[in-house]
């Protein structure tokens, strides 16, 4: 009886190795998620739209499309322009890239857009202490944020009177019950 049960474990175990490699070893098309090498060493690469592969240094923007797509394999490089101001409506900024060199068939110029950063930024103040269950902070605007921003806001946090976010008052306890510990007190 233990010869069978052997026999049959070994069996399944070569069964489902047969089945891991004709699954490892068989076509991938559609399965396999392509991989894009970098051109330069700081290039970012991304997927931008549908079948497209983008790879972006500080100069340049590479466009290709993806391994298995349907196309002609184009390769475009773009130049990058400046970002244009914020529009305040929309909340997003866009760029024009150029075409430096590619395929005819490439766009001689393409438009990306992106949200703008937060318009107000704020210097972090530091917390007050806990007194009355909450802990507030005022924060100051930078000088480089919009102007229609408020000058300081203040935010507020709930917390347990009597316990300390002192860190270095911590680690005082810390050493003084060290040395309690040591008979040095």
Known sequence: MRINC??????????WSGVMCSTVLGTTEGQETP??????????????IQGEVWEEDDHEVLIRNERGTKSDGLSCRYGKNPWTECDTKTNTRSR????????????????IQ????????????????CATGQMTR??????????????????????????????????????KDKAARKGRV
């Open 114 to 129: 992106k949200k703008c950063k937060k318009a107000c930024r704020y210097e972090k103040g530091s917390w007050s202490e």
């Open 96 to 111: 024009t890239l150029t075409l430096k060199k590619g395929d005819p068939a490439c766009d001689q110029t393409r438009t």
């Open 35 to 48: 991989l894009a090498l970098p051109v330069a060493e700081q290039t970012q690469p991304t997927t931008a």
């Open 138 to 175: 005022a924060d100051k605007l930078k000088a480089s944020s919009d102007p229609s921003c408020e000058a300081t806001r203040v935010i507020k946090k709930n917390c347990k009177p009597g316990k300390s976010k002192d860190k270095s008052a911590k680690e005082q306890r810390k050493n």
């Open 6 to 15: 052997n026999a049959l474990f070994l069996a399944s175990l070569v069964t």
